[in-house]
Structure formats: structure tokens, C-alpha cells
């Protein structure tokens, strides 16, 4: 029953970040916000969602480590899993705004969430609108600088849905909120059920299992695109969707309901997990060869994805 109620958690919640992205894709365009904005927000946003459903839903239940784990596992597991694998499948070339943007934000948010935990255990209301903040911050000067720069927007922004009629956009919106909810309600339940029967805290299962559920939309799609030879993901969408993770996730979340860590391994082991994954990073792209990330890197971070997940159960 346990493993039930995880797997329709797990499918309702890739179902309804699916309509979720879809409608506010349409209605961003009905909004006129151009290709390029919606590219850069509305779609990050609108992919997060899983994320942050469950968080909060694990949040007001009183499973606060669920909440915090969900967020920190999610950030290893996309940069362990999902890069790692698709890595192994395809060579991902590494541009330069790796090093100037999106990589020294990701460190510099993932330092920041440390030090707001270990001030007290707590990520609060001021704390979660700090992080915020410094999301809009960061959004205000990636789209200045797309447009200075007229940088190109990914495919993942389907024009077509510029067409879509408002009775369409409003059911599509309809199904990803009841869908994205019961899957929330569903995914947290069955896996504090599943920590309880196996003998280990809901933070581990958060670590593992549910991180890893959450990144399943993001891991297939990689994987489908590499066999088919495409370009199977940038790495600056990677390491946005872990700048999401934290700063609009455990922000959301934070000022909506203060998350109280319980479980000390959290804040004195897993969080240094995370950080090390966004921080071996540099030195894979500096490594020969330099500026890709091919099959050799990829196995050596899936291996040491591998060794989390053991370390997480040990």
C-alpha cells in the first residue's frame, strides 16, 4: 500500500507539472510577456512545482526533514543521476556562462541555506524572504543581460501554445493544481508510512526516494534526447532548477510555514553532500577535456551518486 501510494504520489505529480507548464506557457502568452521571459521564469517556476508541493504539503503535515531533504536530494540528483547518466549517454558541452552566472549563484544560494541553518535549525518566514528576494534579484539580471545580449531561448518554450483557446488553458490549469495536490498529499504520505516500516528517518527517504521522483520528468527527458542523438540538456538548465530548488521552494515553503530541522544529519552531513556535487563541477569542466562533460566525468559523478545513496541508508 505503501509503495502504491508513492508510485500514483510519483505519477500525479509528472501529470500535473505537465498541464502546469502548458497552461502557464499559454497563459503567459496571452499575458504578451515575450518568449524569452517566459523561457527564463514562467517555465522554472511552473517546473518546480512538484518540488514545492511537496515540500509545503511535508511542511504543514509537521515533516519538516521531508521538506528540507526533498529540496537538498533533488539538487544532488540532478547533478548526480540526471547529469551523470545523461553524460554517460551524450557529451554535454559546458558555455561560458557556466562559470560567469548560473555557477556561482548555485554555490553562493547553497552557502547561504547553511549558514541560515545552523543559526538556529530553522529556515523562517524573514530567512525564506530573503531567498526570495535574491531570486528576483537574480531573474532581474539574467533577462537584462538576454536581452543586452540577445541570447537564444531554449526549445522547451512551445510556441504553438500561443493558439490555445482559454477554455483549454483554464482546464489544463485545473488538472496540474488537483493533480499536483493529490500527488503531494499521496507522495508525503507513503513515504513517511515507508520510513516508518523500514526503520529510518523520513530525511533519508526525502533524500533518496522522493528526490529522486521529483527528478524523474527531467532524467527522462534527458535520456530520451541523448539516444535520439538531440541536445540532450544544458547544463545551465540544470543548475537553474537547483537555484529554484532553494530559493523559490524552501522560500515559498519557509514563509508559508517555518521548516525546523529534527534531523541533525541534514545540516551536518547531506547538505555538504549537496554542496560538494555543485562544487566538483568547476574542476570537471576544467579537467581534459576541457569544457564538456563526456562519458568518463559522467560515470564518476553516477558512482559517487551511487555512494550517497548507500551512505544515506548506512
Same mark, same amino acid.
Given at each position: 500500500?505503501?509503495?502504491?501510494?508513492?508510485?500514483?504520489?510519483?505519477?500525479?505529480?509528472?501529470?500535473?507539472?505537465?498541464?502546469?507548464?502548458?497552461?502557464?506557457?499559454?497563459?503567459?502568452?496571452?499575458?504578451?510577456?515575450?518568449?524569452?521571459?517566459?523561457?527564463?521564469?514562467?517555465?522554472?517556476?511552473?517546473?518546480?512545482?512538484?518540488?514545492?508541493?511537496? *515540500?509545503?504539503?511535508?511542511?504543514?503535515?509537521?515533516?519538516?526533514?521531508? *521538506?528540507?531533504?526533498?529540496?537538498?536530494?533533488?539538487?544532488?540528483?540532478?547533478?548526480?543521476?540526471?547529469?551523470?547518466?545523461?553524460?554517460?549517454?551524450?557529451?554535454?558541452?559546458?558555455?561560458?556562462?557556466?562559470?560567469?552566472?548560473?555557477?556561482?549563484?548555485?554555490?553562493?544560494?547553497?552557502?547561504?541555506?547553511?549558514?541560515?541553518?545552523?543559526?538556529?535549525?530553522?529556515?523562517?518566514?524573514?530567512?525564506?524572504?530573503?531567498?526570495?528576494?535574491?531570486?528576483?534579484?537574480?531573474?532581474?539580471?539574467?533577462?537584462?543581460?538576454?536581452?543586452?545580449?540577445?541570447?537564444?531561448?531554449?526549445?522547451?518554450?512551445?510556441?504553438?501554445?500561443?493558439?490555445?483557446?482559454?477554455?483549454?488553458?483554464?482546464?489544463?490549469?485545473?488538472?496540474?493544481?488537483?493533480?499536483?495536490?493529490?500527488?503531494?498529499?499521496?507522495?508525503?504520505?507513503?513515504?513517511?508510512?515507508?520510513?516508518?516500516?523500514?526503520?529510518?528517518?523520513?530525511?533519508?527517504?526525502?533524500?533518496?526516494?522522493?528526490?529522486?521522483?521529483?527528478?524523474?520528468?527531467?532524467?527522462?527527458?534527458?535520456?530520451?534526447?541523448?539516444?535520439?542523438?538531440?541536445?540532450?540538456?544544458?547544463?545551465?538548465?540544470?543548475?537553474?532548477?537547483?537555484?529554484?530548488?532553494?530559493?523559490?521552494?524552501?522560500?515559498?515553503?519557509?514563509?508559508?510555514?517555518?521548516?525546523?530541522?529534527?534531523?541533525?544529519?541534514?545540516?551536518?552531513?547531506?547538505?555538504?553532500?549537496?554542496?560538494?556535487?555543485?562544487?566538483?563541477?568547476?574542476?570537471?569542466?576544467?579537467?581534459?577535456?576541457?569544457?564538456?562533460?563526456?562519458?568518463?566525468?559522467?560515470?564518476?559523478?553516477?558512482?559517487?551518486?551511487?555512494?550517497?545513496?548507500?551512505?544515506?541508508?548506512?
Amino acid at each position: 500500500m505503501n509503495i502504491g501510494l508513492v508510485i500514483l504520489g510519483f505519477f500525479l505529480l509528472v501529470l500535473g507539472g505537465e498541464y502546469l507548464v502548458r497552461a502557464s506557457v499559454a497563459l503567459s502568452f496571452k499575458l504578451n510577456l515575450s518568449k524569452m521571459v517566459i523561457g527564463l521564469t514562467v517555465v522554472s517556476f511552473a517546473t518546480s512545482a512538484p518540488e514545492l508541493l511537496v *515540500s509545503l504539503q511535508a511542511a504543514l503535515d509537521g515533516s519538516a526533514d521531508l *521538506s528540507l531533504s526533498n529540496v537538498i536530494g533533488s539538487n544532488i540528483a540532478n547533478i548526480g543521476l540526471v547529469l551523470g547518466i545523461t553524460a554517460m549517454i551524450s557529451t554535454l558541452a559546458i558555455d561560458r556562462d557556466f562559470f560567469r552566472y548560473n555557477w556561482p549563484v548555485m554555490v553562493g544560494l547553497s552557502i547561504i541555506l547553511y549558514i541560515f541553518l545552523i543559526i538556529n535549525g530553522v529556515l523562517d518566514r524573514w530567512e525564506g524572504f530573503i531567498l526570495l528576494l535574491l531570486l528576483a534579484v537574480y531573474l532581474f539580471f539574467l533577462i537584462r543581460r538576454a536581452k543586452k545580449e540577445e541570447l537564444p531561448i531554449d526549445d522547451e518554450v512551445d510556441t504553438t501554445l500561443q493558439q490555445v483557446s482559454n477554455f483549454k488553458m483554464y482546464l489544463w490549469l485545473l488538472i496540474g493544481g488537483v493533480a499536483l495536490y493529490f500527488g503531494s498529499e499521496f507522495l508525503v504520505q507513503g513515504a513517511k508510512e515507508i520510513a516508518l516500516s523500514l526503520g529510518v528517518t523520513e530525511a533519508v527517504i526525502g533524500l533518496t526516494m522522493v528526490a529522486v521522483g521529483t527528478s524523474v520528468p527531467e532524467l527522462a527527458a534527458s535520456i530520451i534526447a541523448a539516444l535520439k542523438k538531440e541536445k540532450a540538456l544544458s547544463l545551465g538548465n540544470l543548475i537553474g532548477s537547483n537555484i529554484f530548488n532553494i530559493a523559490s521552494v524552501l522560500g515559498i515553503t519557509a514563509v508559508i510555514q517555518p521548516i525546523r530541522v529534527a534531523d541533525e544529519r541534514l545540516i551536518n552531513v547531506d547538505i555538504f553532500w549537496m554542496l560538494g556535487f555543485a562544487l566538483c563541477l568547476l574542476p570537471l569542466a576544467l579537467l581534459p577535456q576541457r569544457m564538456q562533460i563526456g562519458k568518463l566525468k559522467g560515470l564518476v559523478i553516477f558512482v559517487c551518486y551511487a555512494g550517497f545513496v548507500v551512505m544515506a541508508f548506512l
